[in-house]
């Protein structure tokens, strides 16, 4: 499988960042640690990796193994769950695409979601860890960052993972529940925005593809994680969410990302050139297309951010395909339904300014801290109208229209597919006499809108709050593989390979730290206790 010649030129790739840093760490040419560090040498090619695989990117030498790596990470697994794409294959239902978590693929998606990264960051930890050196610490500070940007995704997606003992160098660390790595990630956060905030120099800017060594837009970025992290856990510890809220949000500590300019992106640069990897399951493999979920709210609601994801037709239409699709590859579905509108140089978000205002919008929702939610929601739509350049922002916050329901006939490729989303659900339009779960469904769904294309945290918004309502799948089985009940949507984890329970004798810990079996059907801890499901 090649990637055609769509891809960008292939500039000169830095020699650091081609090479291999085990290479570089070793001392064959008589240069000290001391004299490494001075360049940023000892830490720089680590410190890209750790980039690039928060979520998989790479260059475009790589051909399609990045873009392999998304495709199980977020392609066919979150985003066909909560419908962003629909997948134009089945894949002989031995795939995560219908709910069937094969040994193979889930050992590929825990080196994807979590050990990659370990490796890459361990070799700057084996470094800093005691380390004095005011440099060393601010190394530290922005890799912590990085690490929990990735590790979040993994412990959203697996539940438990090594996280408190990660580094130790223990062959057989232990696991910490998914509350425990919560709790550390947000100390982690807070240590490393008291650390930055006050840096007057650049850290690692011949290596960094994120904000060119920026420290204070890199303390934005970990006051929103910590903002992110708070609010997702305000159902199940409000003490521990209010006071890393107020600390976030606290000007003195930095700010969060408020501007376009300061969202965390990852995309091509002269320093490393790099391909979106979302093009070879899009256009080499005509896999990926248009989410018959997505397209159901945008089309109802009439959205012009429509016109910025996905391309139409050629006859001017857009053409989606539902979640969890049963049938083969389809040449037909390969040429006619609607594609992502994604090209080389497309960026991939880690975390953008109108996720922001839907986060502090939930906060102030819920008391946790000031603000009126009103506001704080439509700034978070106005906001994701400018990342994607649309216009008419202020008539669709006044649009009262429900989403597209659909019925037999309606999806070209899948004719007998039908499932009405408008029971029960919400228009764009803001209404003050609404309940709290109402408002609370409002900006969720408009979140999930904003979020695209950033698969993983849209499944975990609707896995913690039950919003948006989702369509159903479109294989009617897939809750047999994950030993769910009859009505799920979507799964609620990815399970772990049977040779990771071989490698670590503390894995047998895994259904104690999840309260649960470990499938694909447990639910993870931040799940809100009163759930709501979906009005059929």
Same mark, same amino acid.
């Given at each position: 499988?090649?990637?055609?010649?769509?891809? =960008?030129?292939?500039?000169?790739?830095?020699?650091?960042?081609?090479?291999?840093?085990?290479? =570089?760490?070793?001392?064959?040419?008589?240069?000290?640690?001391?004299?490494?560090?001075?360049?940023?040498?000892?830490?720089?090619?680590?410190?890209?990796?750790?980039?690039?695989?928060?979520?998989? =990117?790479?260059?475009?030498?790589?051909?399609?193994?990045?873009?392999?790596?998304?495709?199980?990470?977020?392609?066919?697994?979150?985003?066909?769950?909560?419908?962003?794409?629909?997948?134009?294959?089945?894949?002989?239902?031995?795939?995560?695409?219908?709910?069937?978590? %094969?040994?193979?693929?889930?050992?590929?998606?825990?080196?994807?979601?979590?050990?990659?990264?370990?490796?890459?960051?361990?070799?700057?930890?084996?470094?800093?860890?005691?380390?004095?050196?005011?440099?060393?610490?601010?190394?530290?500070?922005?890799?912590?960052? @990085?690490?929990?940007?990735?590790?979040?995704?993994?412990?959203?997606?697996?539940?438990?993972?090594?996280?408190?003992?990660?580094?130790?160098?223990?062959?057989?660390?232990?696991?910490?529940?998914?509350?425990? @790595?919560?709790?550390?990630?947000?100390?982690?956060?807070?240590?490393?925005?008291?650390?930055?905030?006050? +840096?007057?120099?650049?850290?690692?800017?011949?290596?960094? @593809?994120?904000?060119?060594?920026?420290?204070?837009?890199? @303390?934005?970025?970990?006051?929103?994680?910590?903002?992110?992290?708070?609010?997702?856990?305000?159902?199940?510890?409000?003490?521990?969410?209010?006071?890393? =809220?107020?600390?976030?949000?606290?000007?003195?500590?930095?700010?969060?990302?408020? +501007?376009?300019?300061?969202?965390?992106?990852?995309?091509?640069?002269?320093?490393?050139?790099?391909?979106?990897?979302?093009?070879?399951?899009?256009?080499?493999?005509?896999?990926?297309?248009?989410?018959?979920?997505?397209?159901?709210?945008?089309?109802?609601?009439?959205?012009?951010?429509?016109?910025?994801?996905? %391309?139409?037709?050629?006859?001017?239409?857009?053409?989606?395909?539902?979640?969890?699709?049963?049938?083969?590859?389809?040449?037909?579905?390969?040429?006619?339904?609607?594609?992502?509108?994604?090209?080389?140089?497309?960026?991939?978000?880690?975390?953008?300014?109108?996720?922001?205002?839907?986060?502090?919008?939930?906060?102030?929702?819920?008391?946790? +801290?000031?603000?009126?939610?009103?506001?704080?929601?439509?700034?978070?739509? %106005?906001?994701?109208?400018?990342?994607?350049?649309?216009?008419?922002?202020?008539?669709?916050?006044?649009?009262?229209?429900?989403?597209?329901?659909?019925?037999?006939?309606?999806?070209?490729?899948?004719?007998?597919?039908?499932?009405?989303?408008?029971?029960?659900?919400?228009?764009?339009?803001?209404?003050?006499?609404?309940?709290?779960?109402?408002?609370?469904?409002?900006?969720?769904? $408009?979140?999930?809108?904003?979020?695209?294309?950033?698969?993983?945290?849209?499944?975990?918004?609707?896995?913690?709050?039950?919003?948006?309502?989702?369509?159903?799948?479109?294989?009617?089985?897939?809750?047999?593989?994950?030993?769910?009940?009859?009505?799920?949507?979507?799964?609620?984890?990815?399970?772990?390979?049977?040779?990771?329970?071989? +490698?670590?004798?503390?894995?047998?810990?895994?259904?104690?730290?999840?309260?649960?079996?470990? $499938?694909?059907?447990?639910?993870?801890?931040?799940?809100?206790?009163?759930?709501?499901?979906?009005?059929?």
């Amino acid at each position: 499988m090649k990637i055609r010649n769509y891809l =960008i030129p292939v500039f000169s790739v830095l020699a650091l960042a081609s090479c291999n840093y085990e290479q =570089i760490n070793t001392n064959i040419y008589g240069v000290t640690e001391e004299g490494m560090k001075t360049g940023g040498l000892l830490y720089g090619a680590p410190f890209m990796d750790m980039q690039k695989l928060v979520i998989p =990117i790479g260059s475009p030498t790589e051909l399609t193994g990045p873009g392999n790596d998304l495709a199980n990470t977020d392609i066919m697994s979150a985003g066909n769950y909560i419908g962003y794409w629909g997948m134009n294959n089945n894949w002989n239902f031995n795939t995560e695409a219908t709910w069937n978590f %094969t040994d193979a693929r889930m050992s590929y998606a825990y080196q994807n979601f979590y050990s990659k990264l370990f490796r890459a960051w361990n070799d700057i930890y084996k470094h800093t860890k005691n380390s004095e050196d005011p440099a060393d610490k601010e190394v530290q500070a922005v890799a912590n960052i @990085v690490k929990v940007t990735a590790w979040l995704r993994a412990t959203d997606v697996f539940g438990p993972i090594v996280y408190t003992n990660a580094g130790n160098g223990d062959i057989a660390p232990k696991l910490d529940s998914q509350e425990t @790595v919560y709790k550390a990630m947000l100390a982690d956060l807070k240590d490393a925005s008291l650390l930055l905030v006050n +840096t007057a120099s650049k850290v690692l800017p011949s290596y960094d @593809v994120i904000y060119n060594g920026n420290a204070s837009n890199w @303390v934005r970025l970990a006051n929103s994680l910590m903002l992110r992290i708070a609010v997702r856990v305000h159902f199940k510890d409000e003490a521990l969410a209010k006071e890393y =809220i107020t600390f976030a949000l606290d000007p003195s500590h930095g700010g969060v990302i408020e +501007t376009v300019a300061q969202e965390a992106k990852i995309r091509s640069t002269d320093k490393l050139p790099l391909m979106n990897s979302m093009l070879p399951t899009v256009e080499d493999y005509g896999e990926c297309r248009l989410g018959a979920t997505i397209w159901a709210y945008m089309q109802g609601y009439k959205d012009p951010r429509l016109l910025a994801y996905f %391309t139409a037709t050629s006859n001017g239409y857009f053409v989606p395909i539902p979640p969890t699709n049963y049938n083969p590859l389809s040449t037909e579905a390969k040429n006619g339904a609607s594609k992502p509108k994604v090209d080389a140089a497309s960026p991939l978000f880690w975390m953008r300014a109108s996720e922001v205002s839907f986060l502090k919008a939930e906060a102030a929702l819920y008391k946790l +801290t000031g603000g009126n939610p009103k506001d704080l929601y439509e700034e978070g739509v %106005t906001k994701s109208f400018e990342e994607s350049g649309a216009n008419g922002v202020a008539a669709y916050l006044q649009t009262d229209d429900l989403p597209y329901d659909i019925n037999r006939s309606v999806l070209p490729y899948n004719r007998e597919y039908s499932c009405k989303l408008s029971p029960g659900n919400v228009a764009p339009k803001w209404n003050d006499a609404d309940s709290d779960e109402v408002k609370l469904q409002k900006i969720i769904t $408009q979140k999930y809108l904003a979020l695209y294309p950033n698969a993983v945290e849209a499944w975990t918004e609707y896995r913690r709050t039950g919003y948006p309502y989702l369509l159903k799948p479109a294989y009617d089985k897939a809750y047999v593989s994950i030993g769910g009940e009859e009505d799920a949507i979507t799964p609620e984890r990815f399970r772990f390979a049977p040779a990771e329970y071989g +490698t670590n004798p503390n894995m047998s810990e895994v259904p104690a730290l999840l309260g649960g079996e470990d $499938q694909g059907a447990t639910k993870l801890w931040w799940v809100r206790n009163n759930r709501p499901k979906q009005p059929k």
